[in-house]
């Protein structure tokens, strides 16, 4: 694409290109589009801001870097582009910066006997968690290209480069300073002249119905963000310079089944392969025994754990099964397949009462975190923590959520082993996740709610908080089926509405009942574990307003109905049909509410061929 001279012109901020175009000296140099805004430093080789956006609608007014410092070097432009020279040399030009509307190009030129610096950008945290997502070999700080530079909120630049196999110079820290940084090294004597494009670029994937709204325009500029490597890991971390947590890798799979491309040979797959690679090689993570503050010289905490967290190991072998299915990468399925079967006896040998359900070596009782968080503080270190994710809620002993990833883990692991050989190591996970099944519904379905509780403790009682995410994995993995799940998603929608949440721009909360002080691990406010009074001994963090509970049916005008139509049977309308006004297509219900079940475009009458299960406002008396 030619350089932009007119409407994305370079503003200087000093003097103009000189009349017989020789290049002269300038105080800083911006150049702006929809796509970007950068800022050239005059000091020396510096770029002093960056803002991008991937949409092109011109929210590029911000500054995401700060802190790095200029190189001697000297700052020339003309329109279009500008140039840094050595302060020592007259020609070529050290660097090029050139600029077009949704590109950057950065060109570096050996120069004889001098030694050229790099373009650095150092995003500051504090504004952003950016991050470089493109393959890394451990303890290298090099990330190869083409890899992409991605700012939450912001955008992403795809970075490609004309010498094969470059690198980038990558590394971030939250302790000594909050930032990351991705350098881009000169060229040399072995590469003369080295050229660096960064393209602004969109990705996510091309879903019906989302083009031209404005309400997914986060999902287009955010569908990356959940992936942020670590450059001192090489591995998926929480951001750039956090921690790395195996219990989250089942949702980097998930999402990285969906994803486009994100240049030529790199996709978000194989980030997921690089960071089980180095787990099936003996690297450790949050939620592991072995996993220690300043691990392997990053940046990260030590967590307690008395043994691995229930959900570590189900989300390794769901990302691990995601991804060989999902790509075809039955190489490295057999290659891997021993350290996979391992993970999965592990996993197996924690069901201790052999009643199917994988358990934790806490007890979860109520109660039992106050002396765990007393000795603690007493010995100044981290408490003891529960059995998943949720690491400041007492999850313990047979954990509804961990239970859900490891059937989905099992029914994964059984296809893999059957497509690579391993006939009876299929039959026998088939098996376990049957009895797992088998066993879920009755340890944890609370009949006093009728929907999921979260843990069963090992005195047999149940913690019900009405976490929505336990529900939503149990019945997205299959643990719980479709037909047994929309009771359960009716109750919770008229729970979300008793509670008072009507924030969906943020997400869905964790919980709709405010959690007891005595099911807390950490007592700190920040975490949970807030004021009580004499009269309320549960925390004041809840998910909402904090509203009664009614006993009998809700006295608002309008309440969620969900009805189910089993495989073969007639449309559920016909037998128990919502009023006339809520017998719309699916994409106006869809737009009336905000909420339906698997997407039923195209349904008239409020069924559809494809649909399994859908939710609407009716009036009380339906239910």
């Known amino acids: 694409m030619k350089p932009a001279l007119v409407a994305f012109g370079v503003m200087i901020a000093a003097l103009g290109t000189a009349a017989d175009g020789q290049d002269k000296p ?17 000091r020396g080789l510096l770029v002093e801001a960056l803002d991008v956006d991937s949409l092109g609608q011109g929210r590029v007014g911000g500054n995401l ?14 329109a279009g582009r500008a140039l840094y020279r050595l302060a020592q040399a007259v020609d070529p030009p050290a660097w090029e910066f050139l600029f077009a509307e949704k590109t950057i190009t950065l060109v570096s030129r050996h120069v004889a006997g001098q030694q050229s610096p790099p373009v650095t950008l150092r995003f500051d945290q504090t504004q952003s968690h950016a991050t470089v997502l493109g393959r890394m070999k451990p303890a290298t700080l090099q990330v190869a290209t083409p890899c992409l530079v991605h700012v939450p909120d912001h955008g992403t630049l795809r970075v490609t480069c004309d010498v094969p196999g470059q690198a980038l110079h990558y590394d971030a820290r939250r302790y000594a300073g909050r930032w990351v940084q991705a350098g881009f090294p000169p060229a040399d004597g072995r590469h003369p002249t080295v050229t660096y494009t960064l393209e602004v670029a969109a990705f996510y994937p091309q879903a019906a119905g989302i083009a031209g709204d404005a309400r997914y325009d986060g999902f287009r500029r955010n569908y990356l963000t959940i992936f942020q490597v670590n450059p001192r890991l090489g591995v998926l971390a929480n951001n750039s310079s956090s921690d790395v947590a195996a219990l989250c890798y089942h949702q980097y799979s998930e999402v990285a089944r969906f994803a486009p491309p994100l240049a030529d040979g790199l996709t978000c797959q194989d980030l997921v392969r690089m960071s089980l690679d180095r787990f099936l090689a003996g690297m450790k993570t949050y939620g592991q025994v072995g996993y220690t503050a300043s691990y392997q010289g990053a940046d990260t905490v030590f967590g307690n754990y008395p043994c691995n967290s229930s959900d570590s190991l189900p989300a390794l072998l769901i990302a691990a099964g995601n991804y060989i299915l999902a790509t075809g990468d039955w190489d490295w399925a057999k290659a891997n397949y ?35 968080w007393d000795r603690a503080q007493a010995q100044k270190t981290s408490p003891l923590r529960p059995a998943n994710w949720w690491d400041t809620i007492g999850f313990g002993h047979e954990d509804a959520y961990s239970n859900a990833l490891a059937y989905r883990a099992l029914v994964l692991l059984a296809q893999v082993a059957e497509r690579t050989g391993h006939a009876e190591d299929a039959q026998r996970f088939r098996a376990a996740a049957r009895k797992l099944k088998a066993a879920y519904l009755p340890a944890f379905l609370n009949p006093k709610t009728g929907w999921l509780a979260g843990w069963r ?30 009771p359960i998603m009716t109750r919770l929608m008229n729970q979300l509405d008793r509670a008072g949440y009507t924030r969906f721009d943020l997400g869905l909360p964790g919980n709709l009942l405010p959690v007891r002080r005595e099911d807390y691990v950490d007592l700190n406010t920040d975490v949970g574990g807030g004021k009580t009074t004499p009269t309320d001994s549960r925390s004041t963090r809840t998910a909402g307003p904090r509203r009664p509970t009614p006993s009998g049916p809700s006295k608002r005008s ?40 698997r997407a039923t475009a195209g349904a008239t009458k409020g069924c559809s061929p494809t649909a399994t299960w859908r939710c609407w406002r009716s009036s009380p008396a339906e239910n």
């Open 558 to 597: 309008t309440r969620w109905a969900c009805r189910t139509r089993p495989s073969g049977s007639s449309c559920p309308c016909s037998r128990a049909s919502p009023p006339a006004t809520s017998r719309a297509s699916a994409p106006t219900a869809r737009a009336r509410t905000g909420k339906t079940g």
């Open 457 to 486: 403790s090992a005195d047999g009682k149940l913690h019900d908080y009405a976490f929505l995410f336990v529900n939503g994995a149990a019945i997205t993995y299959g643990v719980v089926d479709r037909q047994q799940g929309c």
């Open 26 to 42: 300038r105080a800083a140099v911006e150049h702006r589009t929809p796509y970007y805004r950068i800022v050239l430093a005059e």
């Open 65 to 78: 870097l700060g802190g790095a410092a200029p190189q001697q070097a000297r700052l020339e432009s003309r």
């Open 338 to 372: 021993a350290g996979l079967k391992a993970w999965a006896e592990d996993m197996l040998k924690t069901d201790r009462d052999g009643n199917g359900l994988i358990e934790y070596g806490l007890s979860g009782n109520s109660g039992s975190w106050k002396a765990n």
